[in-house]
T-cell receptor, first 119, second 109 residues
Framework: GAVVSQHPSWVICKSGTSVKIECRSL??????MFWYRQFPKQSLMLMAT?????????EQGVEKDKFLINHASLTLSTLTVTSAHPEDSSFYIC???????????????FGSGTRLTVV | SQKIEQNSEALNIQEGKTATLTCNYT??????LQWYRQDPGRGPVFLLL?????KEKRKERLKVTFDTTLKQSLFHITASQPADSATYLC????????FGAGTTVTVRA
């Protein structure tokens, strides 16, 4: 089945530094990947849609200069949290859909998530 | 934007019983509605997808219904087991997913 690998699984960084999170599709090509953020006891909130070879599309209220997304290949998307602050501490999750044809019985494949703690 | 409500934050049931979860949405009906399972500290795992022209879909002990008139989906776990304990998320698929807050199911042995 489709597998999405996300690294690191957790990271602690100092306030003001930048952190990069990688999301790889291991056995399929992902033209589109998605980045979510999840706060404790809350649902996943879509941050941006990452398209291979083009600029990401950010959801309303998400700062594109703070959350830099790069999708340079069909198997890799990265999210960089720049100048991180304690309020950026959250669970970040990426996802991709293996089959770009929507007439399937398969949903999206998610990475295992990255727990970011900014101190 | 869509408002997605899942009936309750938590559901506690006895092993062997059927758990029924509700997902309601407010605006247009999506072409697809999906259900995911999420364990603590993990990403969601896809369970079932149902199209707007389908009434019911089954997979092993899982069953999902989709009523576009009521703007509601029901998710059933039959013959529940302690291993089914997790948070279940409803998601509307409109070329990107919008999630409900989830219902945490705890199955007691």
């Amino acid at each position: 089945g489709a597998v999405v690998s996300q690294h690191p699984s957790w990271v602690i960084c100092k306030s003001g530094t930048s952190v990069k999170i990688e999301c790889r599709s291991l056995d399929f090509q992902a033209t589109t990947m998605f980045w979510y953020r999840q706060f404790p006891k809350q649902s996943l909130m879509l941050m941006a849609t990452s398209n291979e070879g083009s600029k990401a599309t950010y959801e309303q209220g998400v700062e594109k200069d703070k959350f830099l997304i790069n999708h340079a290949s069909l198997t890799l998307s990265t999210l960089t949290v720049t100048s991180a602050h304690p309020e950026d501490s959250s669970f970040y999750i990426c996802s991709a859909r293996a089959n770009q044809v929507r007439e399937t019985n398969y949903g999206y494949t998610f990475g295992s998530g990255t727990r970011l703690t900014v101190v | 934007s869509q408002k997605i409500e899942q009936n309750s934050e938590a559901l506690n049931i006895q092993e062997g019983k059927t758990a029924t979860l509700t997902c309601n949405y407010t605006n247009y009906s999506p072409a697809y509605l999906q259900w995911y399972r999420q364990d603590p500290g993990r990403g969601p795992v896809f369970l079932l997808l149902i199209r707007e022209n389908e009434k019911e879909k089954r997979k092993e002990r899982l069953k999902v219904t989709f009523d576009t008139t009521l703007k509601q989906s029901l998710f059933h776990i039959t013959a529940s087991q302690p291993a089914d304990s997790a948070t279940y998320l409803c998601a509307l698929d409109d070329y990107k997913l919008s999630f409900g807050a989830g219902t945490t199911v705890t199955v007691r042995a």
